[in-house]
């Protein structure tokens, strides 16, 4: 797949980003807020005018950088006052590189099912 598998956690830097810089400073700034870049995480970065963000991920061999820019519009805001990433879903992240303006406001992807939790049928029936 092109651009950012779903491998692991994806995370909104928390506050805007130069957009000249490149993998290394990137990564960089990940490092210094605390996260490894080869766990396999999506990082994804926004600049001050909201036009252009970036995302960078390591795949397992390499580090990757995707760089979008929207022509029509801006971007959502994904910066908060106490300096903590936000963290976004697969679903959430490809809503936020088409220009969604929801995202980081509300939750737009419903929580995960526990399916043992819901299940009404104990596992001692089947034996």
Known sequence: MIGPGARGRIFAYAAPCD????????????????HEITVGDVYLFLGKNRKRAKCLWYDGACARLLMNRIDAGRFAPLWREDGKPI????SELLLFLDGSKLVGKVALTPPQIDRKAQSRVSPSAFR
Request: net charge neutral; glycine share 16%.
């Open 87 to 90: 963290e976004l879903t697969p």
């Open 19 to 34: 957009m000249r810089k490149g993998i290394d400073t990137l990564a960089g700034l990940v490092v210094a807020s605390g």
